[in-house]
């Protein structure tokens, strides 16, 4: 029988609930554990991560704070021999920098690293007069284990690869960083209790927290990957073009192992194609570092070795340690006086005393009406906050902003500016940038003479009256402004070295005196000098002009250019033909006045202008014998028969002469433009009488004379003389030719011979002066009664009676006449029939009509050197054998020299040299001014030749400055008395150049004249007075405070050097570059002098690495030098100081620090400083640019080094 439905258990609905509750409840609580589980996995992963992090955070903390303290160190190393100057306290400058401390004193170097500075040491990082480095390290050394097993090892330091550790000892040590600073950890102890280095109490200020090692590169003396470099398709000329900066240099001459096409190809990929534009425009007018769209480049170290490695950009890890890329130097010149003129054997005069006087600006021996120009620059300062407005290369105007105890000099003068200053105003930019840059406007000239021609006027930066002195730097300061062009000229060139006056010791008022009074005003040189400098930088072959305003007058300083100059000036006087037979007592003389021109230049532009000669003022002719029936007044002091012409005369030379006169010669009927016209003929007389005439005139000392001379004829002179008439006296008797005749009384009456070119100016030009024969545009300069005596008597007594008779000097009327003879021993021109009055009356002797076939006893006003208004002009009588054509190669040389093929053998006392500036002796020899070195093999450097004879019988011809030094001319090296070597009257290797380009490096400052006879800017000597110039201009613009791309001067690293300097122009007209076996050998000297002769500033390239390259001189010849006019040819010598002028510096320390920071602590068990435990660690590469002169890290770059 089935149970019923009703015997069935029935199901319990509460109980089935908590069933499920329970089951529900022990799934959370295993859900609930799992999470708890994870929660405590994740906090200790957590916590783990946060220790992890906060040791990273605090080696990090180490680093930085290691960083600083190096830094600071590298700062405080710049007191060490002497405290700053803080007349403004937030502006500390250091005036002590000297050749022992202008680089930070090395630390722990080896001789395997030429790249390592300092190292982390138990030695101090500097040690002075005044203090010492406190970065001291412990004994601890970086490969030596911590206590959990970690250390540095060489191949970890050596990952910067410029340079490789040899052995562990020579790595970093550690220093400690304790919660007080760092240490050395001489002074911790351990312990659980008390200030030790491992007990972890708040209070306790020695518990060491981490600890820190570096090693600093110099990365200064390496070159810029960056930048250095260009592509094989350039051509010599393009190259040349971008040599003066870093990018014309090849760093395969560095390095063997780059390929530097592969590296242009990769890095200026898309401006390859138009890189010396690239270089010229985008690099100077963009900020450091700017990188052109398209290209690639190196952004830190690492990315550089990460390259080298992989073999991309044509590199490999060879040449790493030549390389850098970061490079920066502060734009602004550290020049300051290096010597006085007193310590090179010069006067002890205070004013002189250069380099002592360089922190004083009006106190004694200066005033506030003559301040002292030549300062140490950086202590220049000015004394407010002022906005400044500058203009970059293409005259856009930008400012920035100084503060009290900023450099007034905030930015090097860019060269480019030159450009700006144009043959007819201003050149592509604005009126106002001109003016702020050069102080210059245009306008017409104040000069009657110039008829309102414009010129370029000294007016300042501001206003427009012309200038009457150039401001010193210091009032510049006062003003608040950035100083022009020509008030840096006058803040670089040392004073004593301006202003020579030919003639000091006349008196003031004398006509020797006035004749060379522009001689004595420096303002006048400077601005020559800065005229002479925007001609080379211009393309076109106009001299500027440049006008000012010396006590009331507007006076005009020429530039140079490759043009003509008059090389002398000579009146000549000699019997017509037909004139006289033998039974007249009377004969007429013509009278002429003939120019020897010249260009004493290598090269001629291939664009020239038109170019004429003018005649202007009196000039007398008499003599006792004149005829005073016929002539028209009695002059001088005897009241001789005579005349006077009054001239204003001038004719245009023709296109080949004005490319033409490459050797003196006298002007010619070809020399004239469009001669048939322009010139009269033989017989050609002057009308009015008291004119001039240009005509045609016949060549002198020959049998058949042609008339192709081009003269400015006069009237005649009519002799008259008895037959029985004696002369007894040469010099009374003589014929008197008196240029600036009673000029003295009358200025107007000023003589002179002045070369003029046409400056286009709508359809007619103007006429702009350029050269005169001596003297300026102000005529109280020119020839005021400069009489020279022509002797008419016979150089032999008749025996008879011993009495001297009458004799014709020269005869210019074609053919001799009948009965005139050729002595074919002598070649003298006689005339033996007796009872002619020119013959020796009753004896038959023969009377010499010209003299050994030249232009006997003919007065020349002569100058030294066309270009130079100083020493001008002197006068002497031409003697001696010469040909007819060679008649015009005036100038002195030794008297011991005939070498051909011109005629230098006229040298002598005062017989011959009948005016001569005053401050040289009776001998004068004005060739040697070419050398200016008295004989001495050693002028380059030597100390021991300033002493002058002013008078005696020295066989040299030499001057000293106003400040006592003798400095050397351009052929100065050349010692010779007899060779023709080293004298541009005889070799065309000698002679000046002029660019007719941009400068292409500032040290090409070397081809600017001086306005002395041969003399350009001295860049070579000890005694140069123009290095500063190296360091206040550049080729390089930049409107920021620092530039890129320089390379420090005291690298030791040689490689380098040889890339700078190879392949540099020696010669540009020659074509001659520096070869690759040169470069080595200048790059050994230079890095051997260096090392213990630290270069403080780019202007000792000239005045201690040139003299040092070769001290002697002469015919011997150093082994830095590949032949002797390499060594001696000023220009040649120079390219060295070309090559490194503008892509080095001293002034700024680029240094790479390398950094390892580890944080952790010592146990409580630790009892020795290695015993520390690395908990983490940071490394950091920073780039660093310190300026040395202030201490103000002016740059600086960090990388996180990944290992």
């Known amino acids: 029988m089935s149970p019923s439905p009703d015997s ?44 992890s992090y906060s040791q990273a955070l605090s080696a990090e903390q180490v680093a930085q704070g290691g960083l600083r303290l190096i830094v600071a160190e590298l700062q405080n190393e710049m007191g060490k021999d002497a405290a700053a100057d803080l007349t403004y306290p937030q502006k500390p400058l250091y005036t002590n920098v000297s050749s022992t401390n202008v680089m930070p004193q090395p630390v722990g170097t080896n001789s395997a690293m030429t790249n390592l500075l300092k190292i982390s040491s138990t030695t101090a990082p500097y040690t002075g007069s005044q203090a010492s480095g406190k970065l001291i390290a412990s004994s601890v050394n970086t490969f030596t284990s911590s206590q959990n097993g970690r250390y540095i090892d060489t191949n970890r330091w050596n990952l910067p690869q410029l340079g490789n550790f040899p052995t562990t000892a020579s790595t970093p040590n550690w220093i400690i960083m304790t919660r007080a600073g760092a240490t050395n950890g001489s002074g911790l102890s351990f312990g659980a209790t008390g200030n030790t280095a491992n007990n972890p109490a708040p209070g306790n200020t020695n518990f060491a927290i981490g600890r820190f090692a570096y090693a600093i590169y110099d990365v ?3 070159l810029d990957i960056t930048l250095a470099g260009y592509p094989a398709a350039l051509t010599a000329t393009q190259i040349e ?100 003129a007193s310590s090179l054997g010069g006067v002890s005069t205070p004013a002189y005393a250069y380099k002592n006087n360089a922190g004083v600006s009006t106190s004694s021996p200066f005033s506030g009406a003559s301040p002292n120009p030549n300062r140490f620059l950086p202590g220049v300062r000015f004394t407010s906050t002022n906005t400044i407005t500058n203009y970059n290369s293409s005259g856009t105007a930008y400012t920035y902003t100084v503060e009290p105890g900023d450099e007034v000099i905030q930015r090097r ?36 003479a110039l008829g309102g021609a414009s010129v370029w006027k000294y007016v300042g930066v501001s206003g427009s009256t012309e200038q009457q002195r150039i401001k010193t730097l210091s009032e510049v300061a006062t003003e608040g402004r950035a100083p022009d062009f020509f008030e840096l000229l006058q803040a670089a060139i040392l004073q004593g070295s301006l202003g020579l006056n030919g003639n000091a010791g006349a008196s003031g008022g004398s006509s020797a005196y006035n004749a060379s009074i522009q001689q004595t005003y420096p303002m006048f040189q400077i601005l020559r000098m800065g005229a002479a400098a925007i001609d080379q930088a211009d393309t076109d072959s106009f001299p500027t002009a440049i006008e000012y305003s010396q006590g009331g007058t507007s006076w005009l300083a020429c530039g140079v250019e490759s043009l003509p100059g008059i090389a002398s000036i000579t009146p000549v006087i000699g019997a017509q033909a037909n004139s006289q037979t033998p039974t007249q007592t009377s004969a007429n003389a013509a009278v002429y006045l003939t120019f020897n021109l010249w260009n004493p230049h290598q090269t001629v532009s291939s664009s020239l202008p038109r170019v004429r000669i003018r005649v202007k003022g009196s000039v007398a002719v008499y003599n006792k014998y004149g005829d005073n029936g016929s002539l028209p007044e009695t002059l001088g002091s005897g009241n001789e028969p005579g005349f006077v012409s009054t001239l204003d005369q001038s004719i245009e030379l023709s296109s080949t002469a004005v490319g033409g006169f490459g050797a003196p010669a006298t002007l010619r009927e070809a020399d004239i433009y469009d001669p048939s016209t322009n010139l009269g003929s033989t017989t050609t007389m002057p009308s009015p009488a008291t004119a001039g005439a240009w005509v045609k005139a016949y060549t002198l000392g020959v049998v058949n004379p042609v008339s192709d001379v081009a003269a400015l004829r006069l009237r005649d002179f009519p002799f008259k003389l008895g037959t029985t008439s004696t002369l007894t006296s040469s010099q009374f008797n003589s014929v008197k030719v008196s240029l600036g005749y009673d000029a003295t009384a009358t200025i107007s009456k000023s003589f002179n011979v002045v070369m003029e070119y046409l400056r286009p100016n709508g359809s007619s030009g103007e006429w702009i002066p350029y050269q005169y024969a001596t003297g300026i545009n102000d005529n109280t300069t020119w020839f005021r009664d400069v009489l020279a005596s022509l002797p008419i008597v016979s150089s032999v007594q008749r025996a008879s009676d011993s009495q001297y008779y009458a004799n014709f000097i020269s005869y210019l009327s074609g053919p001799y006449p009948s009965g005139w003879t050729v002595d074919s021993a002598t070649g003298a021109v006689q005339n033996s029939e007796t009872g002619d009055p020119w013959s020796t009356p009753g004896s038959g002797g023969k009377v010499r009509i010209t003299h050994d076939n030249s232009w006997d006893r003919s007065p020349i006003f002569a100058s030294n050197d066309p270009r130079s208004t100083r020493f001008n002009a002197w006068v002497f009588i031409r003697s001696g054998l010469a040909a007819a ?37 009776d001998n004068y020899f004005p060739a040697q001014l070419a050398r200016n070195n008295y004989g001495r093999n050693t002028a380059i450097a030597d100390s021991s030749n300033n002493t002058v004879t002013a008078s005696g019988s020295s066989s ?12 050397i001319s351009d052929s100065g090296l050349f010692v010779d008395a007899t060779g023709i070597s080293g004298n541009p009257f005889e070799r065309s290797i000698d002679k000046p150049v002029v660019l007719n380009r941009p400068f292409r490096t500032v040290g090409e400052l070397g081809f600017v004249f001086r306005d002395g006879p041969w003399k350009t800017l001295d860049l070579f000597s000890s005694k140069s007075a123009d290095s500063a110039l190296l360091d206040i201009f550049s080729v390089q613009d930049s409107t920021q405070p620092f530039v890129t791309g320089k390379v420090n001067l005291n690298t030791r690293n040689q490689d380098v050097l040889k890339s700078l300097l190879a392949g540099t122009v020696i010669d540009p007209v020659a074509s001659i570059s520096m070869t690759s076996t040169t470069a080595t050998t200048l790059a050994a000297s230079i890095s051997g002098f260096t090392a213990t002769n630290k270069i403080v500033n780019k202007s000792e390239l000239a005045t201690l690495v040139s003299p040092f390259l070769s001290p002697t001189t002469g015919s011997t010849t150093s082994g830095n030098f590949p032949n002797n006019d390499a060594q001696n040819i000023k220009l040649r010598r120079e390219a060295f100081v070309r090559a490194l002028g503008d892509v080095t510096q001293t002034r700024t320390w680029n240094l790479m620090i390398d950094l390892i920071a580890q944080s952790g602590r010592y146990s409580p068990s630790a009892s020795a400083l290695a015993q520390f435990t690395v908990e983490s660690e940071r490394r950091y590469w920073l780039h660093v640019a310190i300026d040395r002169f202030t201490g103000k890290v002016i740059d600086q770059r960090i990388e996180v080094v990944t290992e």
């Open 8 to 51: 069935f258990p029935r199901s319990n609905p509460s109980r089935r609930t908590r069933g499920v509750a329970l089951i529900t409840v022990l799934s959370l609580v295993v859900v609930v554990s799992l999470i708890l589980v994870a929660f405590v996995a994740a906090m200790r992963v957590e916590r783990t991560a946060s220790f």
């Open 220 to 222: 200064g003396g390496l």
């Open 241 to 340: 073009q971008i040599k003066g900066l870093l990018a014309g240099v090849s760093p395969a001459n560095a390095s063997s192992s780059i390929n530097q096409d592969d590296l242009v190809q990769w890095r200026n990929a898309a401006s390859k194609s138009s890189y010396v534009n690239y270089v010229t425009n985008f690099l100077t007018t963009n900020a450091a570092g700017t990188v052109y769209p398209g290209d690639n480049t190196f952004l830190s170290r690492q990315d550089l070795i990460k390259a080298a490695q992989g073999g991309i950009a044509g590199l490999s890890t060879n040449a790493l340690p030549n390389l850098t890329t970061f490079s920066r130097d502060r734009n602004s010149p550290a020049w300051g006086p290096t010597y006085n």
């Open 413 to 448: 003068f860019p060269l480019s500016r030159l450009a700006w200053v144009g043959s007819g105003g201003p050149n592509g930019v604005s009126a106002a940038a001109v003016q702020a840059c050069f102080g210059l406007v245009w306008g017409p000239s104040l000069d009657p």
């Open 885 to 921: 054509l060679l008649a015009e190669h005036t100038i002195l040389w030794s008297s011991t020299n005939n070498a051909a093929p011109f005629e230098k053998g006229f040298g002598g006392g005062s017989t011959m040299v009948e005016r001569k500036p005053t401050i040289f002796g």
């Open 956 to 967: 040299e011809t030499s001057y000293v400055d106003n400040d006592g030094l003798r400095r």
